[in-house]
């Protein structure tokens, strides 16, 4: 405004109340503001918008002289209370606009004046909003102008995928023009964020996260050759598309008037059905390719990964074990990761087939299952995400971290790739078999085992070493150097060659931690695990019971008790291998009845109390899907298990008669107190056996969560790979067996969780 408002009033979003000999009240829609003050309470009728400065002072004078008139004034307007303005030619409705914009923390007249002044572009991508578009955003008193010389754009779009805004966003970013992006149909309507180039995300940032939460959609796009992912047909009324169009002219004007709110850099979803309001903030991703560093990640993986000191904060024996941070901050620090429209988790729930005493969250799609499309889901115990604790919050942030984990691990196109022949290497590079370990037989025999087996349990084509394929370096911690493994090993949905599958990924050794060190060693601890598991499950050898009992666990007694009470009786048997890693298997089955539902659970650990409560616990996860018809009937190995499979046929699951129980004081255990000293012993056991530990660093930037794939060539999953060595050799060695378990004597039953 080129002059002063003259008229001294009470800012328009206040009515004023005196009441005599109390105080004077301030009325807003924000609340109500008290002032005891007789000099204010003689003050209030004058502030009614009619009086400049002179006006006030001959009208207050016998009550104020004409200083304290001034310094009261000061007071006033510097706590925000009182303003100067001119007459509203208007009247009420221009009173009213100018209380608004007071209610936003901005002068009522200058906020009015910059909407009026501004010019708007409007960029219809609909299949038809865009006439009642403009018409909403004059309706808010915005001048729509293609002209040129707009100070924002408005963006219509049917869907925050569409094609062409990757163009508007690349055009709005070389201009420096802010712009707002708005889906105003459809039963939910998007408004938002204002994208400001030079500042905060660009619409690549949204849309990659976007992308995250639309697998099926993108698999239906590639699967048919489609532009775009195929969305579901307009819905909305009259009323409901109005709305929508009257709140993106809203959120134009709030942000031409110079309101700001970090609502503005959050999709807001209008659920119009419920009237149900969410926001969803769009983080800008530090490794962007449109808007940041898109050398970060490659950058991080090809740097050797260095380990440093880190004290232990918790030294319990909960079932998280030693780590960097204490669970409930870990959930503070990285919660905000969650939900359904911009989040990298979707959603992070109690899974309600849960009996009241087991802790068990889900957390969302897991990527990790192998295959897209209908099979890719149809193995109801993989399909999710999920954590498992002690107490409800160790379960909630296992799941958390999971998801997050997994996450991280999935390929998003900015990870270190050579391509190149197996030879064109040399000795960096390692022969992926090497990790595999399919056997010759399983390699012949593939396409038939493919047909008949879930997604999981694929057996990849042998390595062409004439292929060109993609490889990614590993760190080894072990020498000192990268290793070259490939790509399609380590992520999730890597890009591979279209006529062979020479590897897929999975999630063994994958871990999040709270710091490097503590992602390295959970990942370790799964891969000692499940070695051990295999070497007992697929030979089905017996094993020595574990007496829980020795343990003096409260928590442990308790969850007997509880299994007791659903007619289940449980056990647990130790599959401490070679390493001398306490490993544990927790089993339970319906005690009575043909019928016996066993279920299982595995845990690790130096420390036996840990790995004890690890595997009781992953046992309890494990068990809502056994006691759920509907998923057993679901999963076609799942039902075989439940229906058919018993101890008296399965002996191997129960406790070695001949061998004595193991007790807690046959696992000596001495407690460091630094999470490096226990990565350093880890290395030092499979260096000790001629094999070395290879840590990849899959942390996003974007993200913050430490998150490490850990590899140890020769440990076997728990998957079917039945490649000679370990899982052959170290049963005889263990006393367990007298000779090799033969080929054709192994378990037919692969570990199906």
Not at 78 to 93: C, T, V
Not at 360 to 378: E, F, K, M
Not at 500 to 521: F, H, P
Request: charged share 20%; aromatic share 6%; hydrophobic share 40%.
């Amino acid at each position: 405004m080129d002059t002063a408002p003259s008229r001294v009033a009470f800012r328009r979003h206040l009515t004023p109340v005196v009441v005599p000999g109390d105080a004077t009240y301030l009325v807003s829609e924000q609340g109500v503001t008290a002032i005891g003050s007789e000099a204010v309470a003689a003050l209030a009728p004058l502030l009614d918008g009619s009086r400049d400065l002179p006006a006030l002072v001959r009208d207050a004078a016998g009550k104020l002289t004409p200083a304290a008139l001034g310094n009261l004034l000061a007071k006033l307007t510097q706590a925000g209370l009182i303003d100067r303005f001119a007459p509203s030619p208007q009247g009420a409705s221009q009173d009213a606009e100018a209380a608004f914009w007071e209610c936003a923390g901005l002068h009522g007249d200058r906020a009015r004046e910059e909407v009026a002044s501004a010019r708007v572009l409007l960029k219809d991508l609909t299949a038809g909003s865009g006439v009642r578009g403009a018409q909403a955003l004059a309706a808010a008193g915005l001048t729509v102008d293609g002209s040129g010389g707009h100070t924002l754009t408005v963006v219509l779009c049917d869907d925050y995928l569409s094609p062409g805004l990757a163009g508007i966003d690349r055009e709005q970013r070389a201009a420096g023009t802010p712009w707002l992006l708005a889906k105003p149909t459809g039963v939910t309507a998007w408004i938002g964020p204002v994208f400001q180039p030079g500042a905060g995300a660009c619409w690549q940032c949204l849309a990659h996260r976007l992308r995250h939460h639309r697998q099926s959609e993108l698999y239906l796009g590639e699967a048919l050759g489609m532009a775009a992912p195929p969305t579901p047909p307009r819905a909305a009324t009259g009323a409901s598309h109005a709305t929508a169009l009257h709140n993106v002219a809203l959120q134009a004007s709030k942000w031409l008037a110079g309101f700001r709110h970090e609502s503005q850099q959050a999709v807001c979803t209008l659920d119009s059905l419920c009237l149900a309001i969410g926001q969803h903030r769009v983080e800008r991703r530090p490794q962007c390719a449109e808007c940041g560093d898109p050398l970060l990640v490659t950058e991080q993986v090809r740097r050797p990964v260095r380990l440093v000191s880190r004290p232990k904060l918790d030294q319990g024996g909960g079932s998280g074990g030693h780590r960097a941070l204490p669970a409930q901050q870990i959930l503070e620090r990285y919660e905000y990761l969650v939900g359904e429209v911009t989040g990298v988790v979707h959603t992070l729930r109690r899974d309600p087939r849960c009996p009241e005493f087991l802790n068990s969250y889900l957390s969302g799609s897991n990527p990790a299952v192998v295959g897209r499309g209908l099979r890719g889901i149809q193995h109801a115990l993989r399909s999710q995400s999920g954590g498992k604790g002690v107490s409800e919050l160790d379960a909630k942030v296992g799941a958390l971290c999971e998801a997050l984990e997994r996450y991280s691990a999935t390929f998003h196109g900015d990870e270190p790739r050579t391509a190149a022949r197996l030879s064109d290497l040399g000795a960096q590079a390692l022969r992926p078999n090497l990790c595999q370990l399919y056997h010759e037989r399983q390699f012949a025999d593939r396409l038939r085992w493919n047909g008949v087996h879930p997604a999981f349990q694929y057996v990849c084509d042998p390595l062409d070493e004439n292929a060109v394929i993609d490889w990614t370096p590993v760190w080894s911690v072990t020498h000192g150097t990268h290793r070259m493994l490939p790509t399609g090993m380590l992520y999730y949905s890597a890009p591979g060659p279209q006529d062979a599958c020479y590897v897929r990924a999975d999630s063994n050794g994958n871990a999040a931690g709270a710091s490097l060190e503590d992602a390295v060693l959970q990942g370790f601890f799964e891969l000692v695990e499940r070695d051990a598991v295999a070497l007992w499950w697929y030979n089905r050898s017996r094993v020595p019971g574990l007496d829980l009992d020795s343990f003096a666990d409260p928590w442990l007694s308790t969850t007997r008790e509880q299994h007791g009470r659903l007619g289940r009786e449980l056990w647990a048997l130790d599959l401490t291998s070679d390493l001398g890693v306490p490993a544990f298997a927790a089993l339970s089955r319906i005690a009575e009845g043909p019928r016996e539902d066993i279920a299982f659970g595995f845990g690790c650990h130096f420390d036996p109390g840990v790995a004890v409560r690890r595997a009781v616990t992953e046992l309890n996860q494990l068990l809502p899907a056994m006691m759920d018809a509907r998923t057993t009937a679901e999963d076609p190995e799942l039902l075989d298990w439940c229906t058919r499979r018993t101890v008296t046929n399965q002996p191997y699951l129960l406790p070695d008669p001949e061998a004595g129980e193991r007790v807690r004081g046959d696992f000596p255990y001495h407690r460091s107190e630094d999470l490096l000293d226990d990565v350093l012993a880890a290395e030092a056991l499979v260096r000790a056996r001629g094999m070395e530990l290879l840590v990849l660093d899959q942390t996003r930037p974007d993200l913050g969560i430490p998150v490490v794939k850990v590899l140890v060539p020769g440990l076997r999953h728990f998957w079917a790979r039945f490649a000679d060595g370990r899982l052959y050799d170290v049963p005889v060695q263990l006393g367990r067996q007298q000779a090799p378990t033969p080929y054709d004597g192994l378990n037919p039953i692969p570990v199906f969780v």
